[in-house]
């Protein structure tokens, strides 16, 4: 159903083996905190990393991962059918969630269907 916001499992990567294929690419585009790898695929879909390095707290990674959720999730439908996997730098943990959003929104409009 066009417009609606859900991030259907099918809209996931969840294997290794998926996110292998996306590093095999060596394509990526990045600012001060996150990385987004990505490789062609049928439909927009997502695929995370958070790491320990980022932040040894588990809320403050948690804190991330919801934010490139959901900043995905509004984006989903005018992206190019891509496979993205979204790296965090350890700079991400510091930032607010408004800061994250726009950073994640910016990397976002250079895969834009628009564009």
Same mark, same amino acid.
């Given at each position: 159903?066009p &417009?609606?916001?859900?991030?259907?499992?099918?809209?996931?990567?969840?294997? &290794?083996?998926?996110?292998?294929?996306?590093?095999?690419?060596?394509?990526a585009? @990045?600012?001060?905190?996150?990385?987004?790898?990505?490789?062609?695929?049928?439909?927009?879909?997502? &695929?995370?990393?958070? @790491?320990?390095?980022? @932040?040894?707290?588990?809320?403050?990674?948690?804190?991330?991962?919801?934010q490139?959720?959901? @900043?995905?999730?509004?984006?989903r439908a005018?992206?190019?059918?891509?496979?993205?996997?979204?790296?965090?730098?350890?700079?991400?943990?510091?930032?607010?969630?408004?800061?994250?959003?726009?950073?994640?929104?910016?990397?976002w409009?250079?895969?834009?269907?628009?564009?």
């Amino acid at each position: 159903m066009p &417009g609606r916001l859900d991030l259907p499992r099918q809209a996931r990567l969840l294997a &290794g083996p998926e996110f292998s294929r996306v590093f095999a690419t060596r394509k990526a585009r @990045s600012n001060r905190y996150f990385t987004i790898h990505y490789a062609p695929a049928d439909e927009p879909r997502l &695929g995370m990393a958070v @790491s320990r390095r980022v @932040s040894n707290k588990a809320v403050v990674r948690n804190r991330i991962r919801r934010q490139i959720r959901e @900043s995905f999730r509004h984006q989903r439908a005018h992206l190019k059918a891509m496979d993205f996997v979204v790296v965090a730098r350890p700079a991400a943990a510091k930032v607010d969630k408004t800061g994250l959003r726009e950073a994640l929104d910016q990397l976002w409009l250079r895969f834009s269907v628009d564009q």
